[in-house]
């Protein structure tokens, strides 16, 4: 990795974080990109460079734990919640409840007060359609 790419990601991670830590103690509609840049350590234009917007940025840090929760519980079947039921954790479940535990502040402050519902209702709707279709599958092969 070079040094510029390093840079760059370190800076996303603080941005990124600098918001996050803004919306545990506010609205999102109360948050400025001045402010997101002030805790960040960065000037605004940096915050530009890298989002369009608040709106942008919210979307991405969503999108990003949508999108890598959504592998995670890929391998999650009906039978590995059976197994869960009977004292038996899948190993498929452990990655899921690690995933969430390693961005618990960042779930946390999704579906916090602050927060609007869409992140909770776009997280409800993986989880369904994950199950409902992992079941259909099973009830395919059973018949």
Known sequence: ?????????????????AFIDLLLEKKFSKITIREIATIAQVNRETVYYHY???????????GQLITQLSEKILHLTPNSVLQEARGAISTFSKSVFQYI???????????????????????????????LSKDADHQSIAN
Not at 52 to 62: A, G, H, Q, R, V
Not at 104 to 123: E, G, I, M, Y
């Open 52 to 62: 369009e917007d608040k709106f942008d940025l919210l979307s991405k840090i969503e």
């Open 101 to 131: 535990e390693y961005h618990q502040k960042v779930f946390n402050t999704f579906l916090s007060p602050h927060s609007d519902d869409a992140f909770a209702r776009t997280l409800r709707q993986i989880f369904v359609d994950q199950f």
């Open 1 to 17: 990795m070079t040094i510029y790419y390093e840079m760059k990601i370190k800076t996303k991670n603080a941005i990124q974080n």
